[in-house]
C-alpha cells in the first residue's frame, strides 16, 4: 500500500481533481490518498477566524460568501450529472451552514481551529464525489477518526496505527482510500491541526502508521530544488537526498516540506518521493536513508528567527551555566535554533515570539541581555559537507559582502547555517546560487 498527498494547487481547479483522479486509479497496489485544502481556502479560513476574533462579523460574513461563490464555481466544472452535482451543492451547503452558526455564537480558541479544518474537509468530500461519478471504487476515511495529538501537540504514533490498521481491516478490497491531511483531534478530543502545511506531516504519519512502500507528496514543482524558487531564479531539482538531509532543510525554510514531515517516515524507514502533479513523468526527488551522492545539496532561508545574546562575564563558563539558560526556553517550550558561545557572552537563536517576554523576564539573573528580531538563518545542506574541500572558501568567498551575525558549523555533518539580518535574505541566497552551483 502506498501514500499519495496532493498539496493545495494539485487540488485546486477541477482539471486538477479530474488528473490526479486518474493518478491513483493507475496504481497497482491500493493507496491512501491525502489531501490538502483547495490553494487559498486555508488563508481564507485564517481570515475568517481572525476577523470573527476581533469582532469583524461583516467582514468575516464577507469573506464566507466569497469562498462559498468560489466553492460553487468550482463544482460545476467538477462533476457533470445532475445527481452529482447535488450531492456536491449539499457539501458545499453543509460546510457554509456550519461556518455561518459560527458567526452568531461566542468566539473561541477550539472553534478557529474547527473553522480550518472546513477546507480539507470540502476537498476531501467533492474529490470523492467526482470518483463517485466516474465509477471509482474508494472509501472516505475520516482523519478525525484516528489523527490525533498529544497534550504536547505530538502526533501519537501508536494509537494512529492502532486506528487506521483497523480502519483498513474492515474494508479490504477497497483500492483508493481518501483522507484528509492536516486536521486530527487533540488530547480534548477537540478539532485541531498539524499547523500550516501540515499534510506533508499527515501523509508521512499516515505511510509510518501502515507501513506503506512509499510517501508521495505530490505538489506543483519537480521535486525539492537546490535553492528557494520563489527568491532565485534559476534552481535545479536534487534527484536524491537522505532523510537527514530533507529534514535539515524542511527544518531550515524549503517550504515543500512540513518542518517535522520526515521524521516518521525516516523512524518507519519509508522512502519518499517529491513529485509533479504537472509533471507526472518528471524524476522529481528521491528521500531515502542514503544521500546518493557527497557534497553541497541545497540552500534554504528560515525566516522571522530573533537573537538574544545573553552577556554576563561573572558566571558565563561555569559549569550548569548553559543548562540554567536552556532550562528557561524549556519551560516555555521553545526550540532553540542556533547557538553560539564565547566567554563573556552566549548568542541563540528562536522563531517565535509567544514567550518572548517571559524568557526575557527568567533571563534577567544570568547577565544583561539583547533581542534583535527580524533576522534570517540560511542554511547550506547536504551530505558530510563540513568534510568537503574548500567549502567554508567557496560559501564565504561568495558572500564577502554581507554582514554575518553568527556561524553554525559542524553541529550535523549535513548543515552549515549562518543568521543575517533579514534584509540581506534575497542577495545572499542569490549571491550562494552563484558561489555554490555555478547557477545564475
Ligand atoms: P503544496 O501546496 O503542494 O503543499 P507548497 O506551496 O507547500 O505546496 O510547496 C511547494 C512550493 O515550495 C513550491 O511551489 C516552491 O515555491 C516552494 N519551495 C521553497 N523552497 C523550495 C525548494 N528548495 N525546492 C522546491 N520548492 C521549494
Ligand atoms: N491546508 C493547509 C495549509 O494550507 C495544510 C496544507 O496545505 O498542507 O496550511
Ligand atoms: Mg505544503
Same mark, same amino acid.
Given at each position: 500500500?502506498?501514500?499519495?498527498?496532493?498539496?493545495?494547487?494539485?487540488?485546486?481547479?477541477?482539471?486538477?481533481?479530474?488528473?490526479?483522479?486518474?493518478?491513483?486509479?493507475?496504481?497497482?497496489?491500493?493507496?491512501?490518498?491525502?489531501?490538502?485544502?483547495?490553494?487559498?481556502?486555508?488563508?481564507?479560513?485564517?481570515?475568517?477566524?481572525?476577523?470573527?476574533?476581533?469582532?469583524?462579523?461583516?467582514?468575516?460574513?464577507?469573506?464566507?460568501?466569497?469562498?462559498?461563490?468560489?466553492?460553487?464555481?468550482?463544482?460545476?466544472?467538477?462533476?457533470?450529472?445532475?445527481?452529482?452535482?447535488?450531492?456536491?451543492?449539499?457539501?458545499?451547503?453543509?460546510?457554509?451552514?456550519?461556518?455561518?452558526?459560527?458567526?452568531?455564537?461566542?468566539?473561541?480558541?477550539?472553534?478557529?481551529? %474547527?473553522?480550518?479544518?472546513?477546507?480539507?474537509?470540502? =476537498?476531501? $468530500?467533492?474529490?470523492? !464525489?467526482? #470518483?463517485?461519478? *466516474?465509477? /471509482?471504487?474508494?472509501?472516505?476515511?475520516?482523519?478525525?477518526?484516528?489523527?490525533?495529538? %498529544?497534550?504536547?501537540?505530538?502526533?501519537?504514533?501508536? =494509537?494512529? $496505527?492502532?486506528?487506521? !490498521?483497523? #480502519?483498513?481491516? *474492515?474494508? /479490504?478490497?477497497?483500492?483508493?482510500?481518501?483522507?484528509?491531511?492536516?486536521?486530527?483531534?487533540?488530547?480534548?478530543?477537540?478539532?485541531?491541526?498539524?499547523?500550516?502545511?501540515?499534510?506533508?506531516?499527515?501523509?508521512?504519519?499516515?505511510?509510518?502508521?501502515?507501513?506503506?512502500?512509499?510517501?508521495?507528496?505530490?505538489?506543483?514543482?519537480?521535486?525539492?530544488?537546490?535553492?528557494?524558487?520563489?527568491?532565485?531564479?534559476?534552481?535545479?531539482?536534487?534527484?536524491?537526498?537522505?532523510?537527514?538531509?530533507?529534514?535539515?532543510?524542511?527544518?531550515?525554510?524549503?517550504?515543500?516540506?512540513?518542518?517535522?514531515?520526515?521524521?516518521?517516515?525516516?523512524?518507519?524507514?519509508?522512502?519518499?518521493?517529491?513529485?509533479?502533479?504537472?509533471?507526472?513523468?518528471?524524476?522529481?526527488?528521491?528521500?531515502?536513508?542514503?544521500?546518493?551522492?557527497?557534497?553541497?545539496?541545497?540552500?534554504?532561508?528560515?525566516?522571522?528567527?530573533?537573537?538574544?545574546?545573553?552577556?554576563?562575564?561573572?558566571?558565563?563558563?561555569?559549569?550548569?551555566?548553559?543548562?540554567?539558560?536552556?532550562?528557561?526556553?524549556?519551560?516555555?517550550?521553545?526550540?532553540?535554533?542556533?547557538?553560539?558561545?564565547?566567554?563573556?557572552?552566549?548568542?541563540?537563536?528562536?522563531?517565535?515570539?509567544?514567550?518572548?517576554?517571559?524568557?526575557?523576564?527568567?533571563?534577567?539573573?544570568?547577565?544583561?541581555?539583547?533581542?534583535?528580531?527580524?533576522?534570517?538563518?540560511?542554511?547550506?545542506?547536504?551530505?558530510?559537507?563540513?568534510?568537503?574541500?574548500?567549502?567554508?572558501?567557496?560559501?564565504?568567498?561568495?558572500?564577502?559582502?554581507?554582514?554575518?551575525?553568527?556561524?553554525?558549523?559542524?553541529?550535523?555533518?549535513?548543515?552549515?547555517?549562518?543568521?543575517?539580518?533579514?534584509?540581506?535574505?534575497?542577495?545572499?541566497?542569490?549571491?550562494?546560487?552563484?558561489?555554490?552551483?555555478?547557477?545564475?
Amino acid at each position: 500500500m502506498k501514500v499519495m498527498k496532493f498539496g493545495g494547487t494539485s487540488v485546486g481547479k477541477p482539471e486538477r481533481m479530474h488528473h490526479i483522479a486518474g493518478l491513483v486509479s493507475n496504481e497497482s497496489e491500493p493507496v491512501i490518498v491525502v489531501l490538502s485544502a483547495l490553494s487559498g481556502t486555508t488563508n481564507a479560513l485564517v481570515e475568517i477566524g481572525d476577523a470573527i476574533a476581533r469582532g469583524d462579523r461583516n467582514g468575516a460574513k464577507q469573506s464566507i460568501d466569497k469562498l462559498e461563490a468560489h466553492y460553487q464555481a468550482f463544482i460545476k466544472d467538477l462533476v457533470k450529472n445532475d445527481t452529482s452535482l447535488a450531492k456536491a451543492k449539499a457539501i458545499i451547503a453543509e460546510h457554509f451552514e456550519f461556518l455561518n452558526i459560527i458567526l452568531k455564537i461566542s468566539f473561541s480558541e477550539a472553534l478557529s481551529k %474547527d473553522i480550518l479544518a472546513q477546507g480539507e474537509l470540502l =476537498s476531501t $468530500k467533492l474529490f470523492c !464525489t467526482y #470518483l463517485e461519478e *466516474q465509477g /471509482k471504487d474508494h472509501l472516505l476515511l475520516p482523519a478525525l477518526e484516528f489523527m490525533t495529538i %498529544d497534550h504536547y501537540d505530538e502526533p501519537q504514533i501508536g =494509537s494512529i $496505527k492502532v486506528k487506521l !490498521t483497523q #480502519l483498513l481491516q *474492515q474494508h /479490504k478490497g477497497t483500492k483508493i482510500f481518501v483522507t484528509q491531511g492536516y486536521i486530527c483531534r487533540n488530547a480534548r478530543g477537540e478539532v485541531d491541526n498539524l499547523k500550516r502545511g501540515g499534510s506533508d506531516y499527515s501523509a508521512s504519519l499516515i505511510a509510518a502508521a501502515i507501513n506503506a512502500s512509499v510517501c508521495e507528496i505530490w505538489t506543483d514543482i519537480d521535486g525539492m530544488h537546490n535553492n528557494d524558487p520563489r527568491v532565485v531564479k534559476k534552481t535545479v531539482p536534487i534527484e536524491q537526498m537522505s532523510f537527514d538531509e530533507a529534514a535539515e532543510l524542511a527544518y531550515f525554510g524549503a517550504k515543500i516540506l512540513h518542518p517535522a514531515s520526515i521524521w516518521p517516515a525516516q523512524t518507519y524507514k519509508i522512502p519518499v518521493r517529491l513529485l509533479n502533479t504537472m509533471e507526472p513523468k518528471a524524476k522529481g526527488t528521491l528521500i531515502t536513508e542514503e544521500a546518493g551522492s557527497v557534497g553541497v545539496k541545497a540552500v534554504a532561508a528560515k525566516d522571522n528567527i530573533i537573537a538574544i545574546r545573553i552577556k554576563s562575564s561573572r558566571m558565563l563558563l561555569a559549569y550548569g551555566f548553559l543548562r540554567k539558560i536552556f532550562e528557561v526556553f524549556e519551560k516555555y517550550r521553545t526550540p532553540i535554533d542556533m547557538i553560539t558561545t564565547s566567554e563573556v557572552a552566549v548568542t541563540l537563536t528562536i522563531d517565535s515570539d509567544l514567550h518572548l517576554n517571559d524568557i526575557l523576564k527568567e533571563l534577567e539573573p544570568f547577565g544583561t541581555t539583547e533581542v534583535d528580531k527580524n533576522q534570517v538563518i540560511i542554511s547550506v545542506v547536504g551530505n558530510e559537507i563540513s568534510q568537503t574541500e574548500d567549502i567554508i572558501k567557496k560559501l564565504f568567498g561568495s558572500i564577502v559582502n554581507i554582514p554575518v551575525r553568527m556561524v553554525s558549523y559542524g553541529g550535523s555533518p549535513h548543515n552549515i547555517s549562518l543568521l543575517t539580518d533579514a534584509g540581506h535574505k534575497v542577495q545572499i541566497l542569490q549571491q550562494l546560487n552563484k558561489g555554490m552551483f555555478g547557477l545564475e
